[in-house]
């Protein structure tokens, strides 16, 4: 590992910002190895993502297992996006609709007058609980206690991911006992993402438990880790900016919508795009490796070189949004921004599949919160961002007070 390596993966924030002016956009980490936000790069590289390869991350391989979808290439890859992908977009939402708003208002009933909550842990208890809903149904519940625990464990500190990364070479598995837990719900579950799993039927056929488990694991963990960051860094950024939060409060009580909706809720819609912009959920997508020699954004690479799409650097382009470290859902009020410049959800043929889930989620949960309650951040200065695996969440030190409970 170089020196720029090593800063990336233990210095990360602090080298991206270092890195944020640069005007090339595209920067050597090592030989055969580049982090891309130029514009016009990452244009090329989601256009030919279906001839680039999609190796995944070794330390997440073994947290999410070998056989996940999210490393899976070529006909099994896209045969797990015509499985699910239907499900999770267009009018297939609305049938999650009633599932999140249950769990919303119960999650925000708990929160009585005077509590002090831990921002980041309880958007993203909400977020597991909707996620293992909409993946196993209602046994999702009982899945919770044990996977929150072992994500914690994997993934709650920097220095211990790293450490167990670097020094033993994968990080801790969810036992046998979890995987059991899992795998019986889904097979018990019926009208969830599961049963779309063990329908035995085309195009994905037979699952054998093994294969079964990643999946399962693997959109609980890219469903609800990133959601939940969302939701939190939307929270902070209203918090501390208490005029758009204002007029997104008069926004709501001018309809009787839940959010679910983009265009019922345009203002609260431009704020979660731009929390979405200023503090992506995940910093980079998923590498993406060269088939063969060509070029990239003008510059010659080898068959073999790794390309890493820096969502991070580019949300901060000074030339693409001016005043870049200041928020400002202006930007995404009544126009579209081009892909390459914002593309919190990756793209090309790796683009998530949960974007819209994600996005509707994070609406309706945000507008619940602010109808219903009235939070104020106790500690400002702890809404600094902190990993968790790829994941930018804000640090767990964060804390809001309910200052204000409404019916
Ligand atoms: C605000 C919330 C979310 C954000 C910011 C987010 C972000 C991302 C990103 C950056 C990628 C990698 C794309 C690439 O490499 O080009 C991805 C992939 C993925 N996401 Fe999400 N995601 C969110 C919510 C969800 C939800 C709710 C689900 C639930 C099903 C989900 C499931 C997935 C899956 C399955 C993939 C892998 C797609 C593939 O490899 O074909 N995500 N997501």
Redesign the pocket.
């Known amino acids: 590992m170089n020196t720029a390596e090593f800063r990336l993966a233990f210095r990360t924030l602090p080298f991206l910002n270092a890195h944020a002016d640069d005007e090339d956009g595209v920067l050597e980490l090592a030989p055969g190895r580049l982090l891309v936000w130029n514009p016009g790069a990452i244009d090329e590289i989601f256009h030919a993502d279906q001839r680039l390869g999609?190796p995944g991350s070794r330390t997440m391989r073994s947290v999410l297992g070998h056989k996940s979808?999210?490393w899976t290439e070529g006909a099994r890859?896209l045969a797990?996006?015509r499985a699910?992908g239907p499900a999770?977009r267009g009018k297939r939402l609305a049938g999650y609709r009633e599932l999140i708003a249950e769990i919303v208002q119960s999650s925000i009933g708990a929160l009585t007058e005077g509590r002090v909550i831990a921002l980041a842990d309880w958007t993203r208890a909400v977020a597991l609980r909707v996620?293992a809903g909409i993946t196993v149904g209602r046994d999702g519940d009982a899945v919770l206690a044990p996977f929150t625990a072992w994500m914690d464990k994997a993934l709650g500190s920097r220095g211990r991911t790293l450490a167990y990364r670097y020094l033993r070479g994968s990080l801790p598995s969810s036992g046998e006992d979890l995987d059991r837990l899992l795998v019986l719900s889904a097979k018990r579950s019926s009208g969830s993402l599961a049963s779309l799993l063990t329908s035995d039927e085309p195009p994905l056929g037979r699952l054998g438990d093994d294969e079964l488990r990643d999946q399962l694991v693997?959109?609980l963990f890219?469903?609800h880790e990133?959601?939940a960051s969302?939701i939190a860094w939307t929270l902070y950024w209203l918090d501390r900016n208490p005029r758009v939060r204002q007029d997104i409060v008069d926004e709501l009580e001018s309809t009787m919508e839940d959010g679910a909706s983009a265009a019922a809720v345009p203002l609260l819609h431009a704020a979660v795009l731009e929390a979405?912009r200023l503090t992506?959920?995940?910093p980079a997508?998923?590498n993406r490796v060269c088939t063969e020699t060509g070029e990239v954004g003008g510059r010659a690479v080898r068959q073999g070189t790794v390309l890493t799409?820096s969502?991070y650097l580019a949300h901060h382009r000074r030339d693409r949004f001016p005043d870049p470290y200041r928020f400002e859902p202006g930007r995404f009020l009544d126009r579209r921004v081009a892909q390459e410049d914002f593309f919190?959800?990756?793209?090309?043929?790796?683009?998530?599949?949960?974007?819209e889930?994600?996005?509707m989620?994070?609406r309706m949960i945000v507008a619940a919160v602010l109808r219903c309650r009235e939070l104020r951040c106790v500690n400002p200065a702890a809404g600094v961002p902190r990993l968790r695996g790829h994941a930018m969440a804000p640090s767990p030190k964060l804390r809001m007070k309910v200052v204000a409970c409404h019916a």
Do not use: D, K, N
């Not at 990756?346 to 974007?355: F, K, M, V, W, Y």
């Open positions: 999609h979808l999210l890859h797990y996006r699910l999770l996620m693997s959109l890219a469903g990133t959601t969302a979405l992506p959920p995940v997508a998923g799409p969502i919190p959800f990756g793209g090309g043929i790796r683009h998530c599949l949960g974007s889930l994600g996005l989620e994070a």
